[in-house]
């Protein structure tokens, strides 16, 4: 289920948008202006940014240039009303892979979408293994060592350091955490991010009080820092 960011200003685009989306079983969330929407992007994790660019506060142009810095990957489409050669070049050349001009059907849209998410899942190389402090954990044979010794680790608290291992020195959010690990199936609460968490700084981290890798990102959820500080 891909997690999508709608970032529009107008009111009724935004609505069909984030209605289109949801009806096709995407994770859906909008911000209302440029500002919003770099804030949001930069703080959670998504598999698509969809946004305009004439916004309020910060342009989309801007917006986008800002996030490929963070997120290289990411695929991005730009839907605006602004269809000249001059327009759809800044747009390509600010980071975003494709451009789509209003009106359009919801079909191409769609089709879009589909298109920039298979592009991205081919080029994701599945992560294997990582390293940080003591700890070596192999996640193709579900193994976590420490200094050498084993350490139980539940299939969940793998779960959650794969995720943060796959996105490292960034922030995961809790809603991220539930959607991934847990996928709201036994409909847990973010206090059981945070539980679990406690439960991994316990077992890996040389100071649990102090934590060193497993680190708090306040408002937010955590990150994995790999090297030492």
């Avoid at 070049?89 to 298109?115: H, M, N, Q, T």
């Avoid at 945070?194 to 009080?209: A, C, F, M």
């Amino acid at each position: 289920m891909a997690r999508i960011l709608v970032v529009e200003d107008e009111l009724p685009m935004r609505t069909a948008l984030v209605d289109l989306l949801a009806a096709q079983n995407y994770r859906v969330i909008a911000a209302t202006d440029g500002e919003a929407g770099l804030d949001r992007a930069l703080a959670e994790e998504f598999d698509l940014l969809l946004l305009d660019i004439m916004m309020p506060k910060l342009d989309g142009f801007s917006l986008c240039a800002e996030v490929r810095k963070r997120y290289p990957a990411l695929p991005i489409l730009m839907v605006t009303a602004k269809g000249q050669v001059d327009d759809r070049v800044a747009g390509l050349d600010a980071g975003a892979d494709d451009y789509l001009v209003k009106p359009f059907s919801s079909r191409e849209l769609l089709a879009r979408i589909r298109a920039l998410l298979r592009r991205f899942e081919r080029t994701a190389a599945p992560l294997t293994t990582i390293r940080f402090g003591e700890v070596e954990i192999d996640f193709v044979k579900q193994i976590c060592t420490r200094k050498g010794s084993r350490v139980g680790l539940t299939a969940k608290e793998l779960g959650m350091l794969k995720l943060l291992g796959e996105h490292p020195g960034e922030p995961v959010s809790r809603e991220r955490f539930l959607e991934v690990v847990w996928a709201y199936n036994a409909y847990p609460t973010t206090r059981t991010v945070d539980n679990q968490i406690l439960s991994l700084r316990t077992k890996l981290e040389i100071d649990p009080g102090n934590p060193r890798h497993l680190l708090t990102v306040h408002g937010i959820g955590y990150r994995l820092e790999m090297t030492n500080p």
